[in-house]
């Protein structure tokens, strides 16, 4: 038979077990809730992560289309100052005269209005000098 200790015991034990799962019940609820703000949480983050990934896409879109252009301009300013360099240069040598040599003196230049004057003795125009 049973006796009154082992029920008694036994009432003991059950209680005990109530209360454990009373006490872990409680605990999973607590988990449960925090688990729900944790993916709560970790969707927000990944809407952010999205949105720091497409910004920082435009990001590096824009400082490669910046760099473009920069690269753009400085081709463009480089073609330029050749051009230009160029020009000057073939400038330079079609005014330069041959330079004199080193044992002659420069020769004499007339200005232009004895030259004319000259012309007129020599039978030569004024118009006839303009020419050259």
Do not use: C, H, W
Request: charged fraction near 35%.
């Amino acid at each position: 038979m049973v006796s009154l200790e082992q029920v008694k015991l036994l009432e003991s034990r059950v209680t005990n077990t109530i209360e454990y799962v009373k006490k872990v019940t409680a605990e999973n609820s607590k988990l449960k809730e925090k688990l729900n703000s944790y993916q709560k949480r970790i969707e927000e983050l990944e809407v952010l992560i999205q949105q720091f990934k497409e910004n920082q896409g435009r990001i590096e879109d824009g400082i490669l289309s910046a760099l473009d252009r920069l690269n753009q301009f400085e081709d463009a300013l480089e073609s330029k100052l050749s051009t230009e360099s160029k020009l000057s240069a073939e400038s330079k040598l079609s005014t330069e005269s041959k330079p004199p040599a080193k044992n002659e003196p420069p020769k004499e230049t007339k200005p232009p209005e004895k030259a004319a004057d000259e012309g007129k003795a020599s039978g030569t125009t004024k118009e006839e000098l303009d020419i050259f």
